[in-house]
């Protein structure tokens, strides 16, 4: 992390949780945070509770003081009409969604997401005015073979594409290796330094240096208390997206702490 960035943590609580649990959880994070974050606000925050609940986690936020930003796992790209299960960006407005995740690789992976679909949703989170958290990554095939700075330009160049300068100050890429998610392997602070430091070269080529170095790149993947401050005092590493570790109140702000004491 250098001090040009604020570090930025998100909770990424997946298909779990309910009302009762989900608005405990959040309630229990939001209440510490404003001391954890200071008055010189050392650590962005934001939680991503699954569709049902977001209304009323949003409520607890707010309560707490709105420290923490209420964001969503996923959005679909057509402002409204027939798609069948599908929610789009007003509606996540609406429910007082500021940011919103693109492409995790749940969503590539499990449910069979195209780069050509998370560029749609990319556009349709800008334009609507939500943070654009852009989720790249390597499979473990694709890491042994070599190939993770070429994945992640891929998935960089297609997920941005037609993304302009401008817009690039909302979006926040998340930088995932599919191997080390929820799985408690972690890639080492020197491997995802390595992976965050080409991606940032990516993002200079996409757009220009000033760009590539205002860019927040989150580290996700088995991310916990005892190695969140080795990630995130890598100077290219700016916080993290959390996934299993998120869901108890005490591991992220743990987490959350080592994210504001290495913007110090
Ligand atoms: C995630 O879901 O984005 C994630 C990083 O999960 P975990 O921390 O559980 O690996």
Redesign the pocket.
């Known amino acids: 992390m250098t001090a040009s960035r604020k570090p930025i943590v998100g909770g ?1 609580w ?1 298909m779990n949780t309910n009302t009762e649990s989900g608005t405990a959880l959040a309630r229990a994070v939001a209440d510490v945070f404003p001391d954890i974050a200071g008055a010189d606000h050392a650590v962005e925050a934001f939680v991503c509770p699954p569709f049902p609940f977001l209304a009323q986690v949003g409520e607890v936020l707010q309560a707490a003081g709105g420290g923490i930003a209420l964001a969503a796992q996923d959005i679909y790209h057509e402002p409204s009409g027939a798609f069948t299960g599908e929610v789009s960006a007003a509606m996540l407005k609406d429910v007082g969604c500021t940011a919103v995740l693109l492409g ?1 690789s749940e969503r590539r992976h499990v449910i069979g997401e195209s780069d050509e679909l998370i560029n749609k949703k990319t556009h349709a989170a800008l334009e609507a005015g939500l943070t654009a958290v852009l989720c790249i990554g390597e499979t473990l095939d694709q890491r042994e073979a070599g190939k993770t700075d070429a994945v992640n330009k891929h998935q960089l160049t297609k997920g941005l594409e037609g993304v302009s300068t401008d817009q690039m100050a909302d979006v926040v890429i998340a930088y ?1 290796p599919v191997w ?3 799985t408690g392997k972690t890639a080492s602070a020197e491997d995802a330094q390595a992976a965050h430091a080409a991606i940032r070269e990516v993002l200079a080529n996409l757009y220009d240096q000033k760009t590539a170095d205002a860019t927040r790149i989150q580290y ?4 916990k208390p005892s190695n969140a401050a080795e990630l995130f005092a890598q100077p290219d590493i700016d916080g993290g ?5 998120a869901l108890k109140a005490g591991d992220f702000l743990d987490i959350l702490r080592a994210a504001a004491a290495s913007g110090a």
């Open positions: 990424n997946k995790h995932e080390a998610i929820g996700g993947g088995s991310c997206l959390i996934g299993g570790a």
